[in-house]
């Protein structure tokens, strides 16, 4: 991915997963946004490796098969709740 401030190629500087989230700040945010709707997932610090600029941000990785409809609860307790609490 590209830095959108000055167009250098971001660099990876921190990688967490499912399985290796616990204690890790960006693992924890990641996971707040995306488990409602994808059981696996990959965070990703990007930092812009040019010294003048230095712009970071986090990317989370997920199968596109869960988010082909859109942000769809997958859970099926939970979409049962949704469709109950129509009208
Ligand atoms: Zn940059």
Redesign the pocket.
């Known amino acids: 991915m590209r830095?959108p401030?000055?167009d250098?190629r971001t660099k990876v500087t921190v990688t967490r997963s499912v399985t290796n989230a616990k204690g890790y700040a960006i693992a924890r945010e990641v996971s707040e946004e995306v488990t409602p709707f994808t059981s696996d997932w990959v965070a990703r610090l990007r930092v812009?490796p040019?010294p003048d600029?230095a712009?970071t941000a986090t990317t989370a990785e997920l199968y596109l098969d869960d988010l082909k409809r859109g942000w769809v609860r997958k859970d099926p307790h939970i979409r049962k709740l949704l469709r109950g609490r129509k009208k």
């Open positions: 830095c401030l000055c250098s812009c040019s600029c712009w």
